[in-house]
Nanobody, 125 residues
Framework: QVQLVESGGGLVQAGGSLRLSCAAS????????MGWFRQAPGKERDFVAV????????HYADSVKGRFTTSRDNAKNTVYLQMNSLKPEDTAVYYC??????????????????WGQGTQVTVSS
């Protein structure tokens, strides 16, 4: 059964760092791009980052570019999101997801499936 489990969220002060992990099981992890999205209360789920199957290509939302880095370890079936210089506006539930539809842009959540349960990130000012 396909499963994604996020971890690493928590409460951090502005300017601090967190590293999220997303462990995958149930399919050939290395065969798919992996994305990160976030959803703040009352808002839509927004794109954060995506990493290619091999890990040699990444893309980021403008709001996190230069502060967040995504990476993956295909041997461990795990994708990571390193978040530095965190801001209060980064507060959200963070999700990882598998990109199923390559005919559409990596930017849109409808092109992803197999979502994790999410992990809460709270940044205090």
């Amino acid at each position: 059964q396909v499963q994604l489990v996020e971890s690493g969220g928590g409460l951090v002060q502005a300017g601090g760092s967190l590293r999220l992990s997303c462990a995958a099981s149930g399919w050939t992890f290395s065969g798919y791009d992996m994305g990160w999205f976030r959803q703040a209360p009352g808002k839509e789920r927004d794109f954060v980052a995506v990493i290619s199957r091999s890990g040699d290509a990444t893309h980021y939302a403008d709001s996190v570019k230069g502060r967040f880095t995504t990476s993956r370890d295909n041997a461990k079936n795990t994708v990571y999101l390193q978040m530095n210089s965190l801001k209060p506006e980064d507060t959200a539930v963070y999700y990882c997801a598998t990109r199923w539809d390559y005919s559409g842009s990596y930017y849109y959540s409808q092109n992803y499936g197999s979502w994790g349960q999410g992990t809460q990130v709270t940044v205090s000012s």
